[in-house]
């Protein structure tokens, strides 16, 4: 029989598995800082290739060339290394869960690894090309469009993280229902609010146009029927599995 651990090997245990983390990120970093320029170059095209003719972007203070590629990189490699965290934190907390409860994690964090990926990749090549081209196209005349490059980035990133959040929204909605803070049948029932608070989220996460709202509130919305119909699916096997095992008592 194995000894029971106590805190202090917890924190250790804890100590190991962020240090693991941390060097992934470093050892992606470190892969990928040569290219910085080119990777900035890549995350600014959908602004660029909507830019008027004869405008470009710029740079306001003297270090912006440097680092914000540099800056780039650096959360590149941390979305990068997502897996690896992930994979850590279940190294770490898997010895404490019960066999239905692994069958469960393990594919919820693969899943929000995927779906946060997806996210991404929905605003770099659906929402920029769109959002960039309505901006562009409403500057008042006689106004040159001259894009800040910390600026855009600043923006980018955060715009990333509202999509990489907001398609998460399954694994949010299966936890709850695992969890019993609510179930499929209730969820439905508030799918009116669900429609408007998707707008409402849409509005407060993306910039003040009706086009980058519209098109992070219809992934939300279908995201979570996905996610309501994926609960069900488990709730279901739950019942079904609380059934044989009543009736092989």
């Not at 912006?64 to 934190?89: C, D």
């Not at 469009?145 to 993280?161: G, W």
Request: proline share 6%.
């Amino acid at each position: 029989m194995s000894k029971p651990l106590t805190l202090f090997d917890h924190l250790i245990e804890l100590r190991s598995r962020l240090l693991k983390a941390i060097l992934a990120v470093l050892i992606i970093f470190c892969s990928l800082v040569y290219f910085s320029q080119d990777l900035y170059q890549f995350i600014a095209k959908p602004l660029l290739d909507v830019l008027p003719e004869g405008t470009q972007m710029i740079a306001t203070e003297v270090a912006s060339p440097f680092f914000a590629p540099f800056k780039l990189t650096l959360i590149l490699s941390l979305f990068v290394a997502i897996p690896v965290v992930l994979y850590q934190i279940w190294a770490f907390i898997a010895p404490g869960l019960y066999q239905n409860e692994k069958r469960l994690i393990a594919p919820l964090m693969f899943g929000s690894s995927i779906l946060f990926y997806a996210g991404v990749a929905f605003a770099y090549f659906v929402v920029f090309p769109l959002a960039f081209a309505f901006f562009t196209s409403v500057a008042p005349e006689g106004v040159t469009i001259a894009t800040d490059i910390s600026s855009y980035l600043d923006f980018i990133l955060k715009i990333f993280f509202a999509f990489g959040v907001a398609f998460e929204i399954p694994i949010a909605i299966i936890l709850l229902c695992w969890t019993g803070v609510t179930t499929p049948a209730k969820l439905r029932t508030k799918r009116p609010y669900i429609v408007v608070g998707a707008f409402v989220i849409g509005m407060l996460l993306t910039p003040p146009d009706v086009i980058s709202q519209t098109l992070l509130a219809l992934p939300m919305l279908l995201l979570f029927e996905l996610g309501v119909f994926i609960a069900s699916l488990q709730s279901k096997n739950k019942k079904e599995n609380s059934e044989q095992e009543s009736i092989h008592d």
